[in-house]
């Protein structure tokens, strides 16, 4: 079974920046898609970002052009730099790993909050 641990939330005022960080308890590989999804408070878990093997990546529009996800296989770890962020940023921020071999599987982790003030 492998492990998500998301870290690098907080507290920030609008406009200012926070990297948050996911490592796996085990191995990512290439072949995974990782992701950052959000959830706040009544809405819907939704879609910020996610990354392929081929390196490509995804954006929900509301983010693009201030966040950035990245990923370091040889650290299990994936990142998203979140800069100019904004009051309705306010989320848990979820982790997910995309696994298909045989047979598809997706790990989460627990969240971590993100509060913008502004």
């Known amino acids: 079974q492998l492990h998500l641990v998301e870290s690098g939330g907080g507290l920030v005022q609008a406009g200012g920046s926070l990297r948050l960080s996911c490592v796996a308890s085990g191995n990512i590989f290439s072949i995974d898609t990782m992701g950052w999804y959000r959830q706040a408070p009544g809405k819907q878990r939704e879609l910020v970002a996610d990354i392929r093997s081929d390196s490509s990546t995804n954006y929900a529009d509301s983010v693009q052009g201030r966040f950035t996800i990245s990923r370091d296989n040889a650290k299990n770890t994936v990142y998203l730099q979140m800069n100019s962020v904004k009051p309705e940023d306010t989320a848990v921020y979820y982790c997910?790993?995309?696994?298909?071999?045989?047979?598809?599987?997706?790990?989460w982790g627990k969240g971590t909050l993100v509060t913008v003030s502004s």
């Open positions: 997910r790993l995309l696994r298909t071999i045989a047979n598809v599987v997706s790990y």
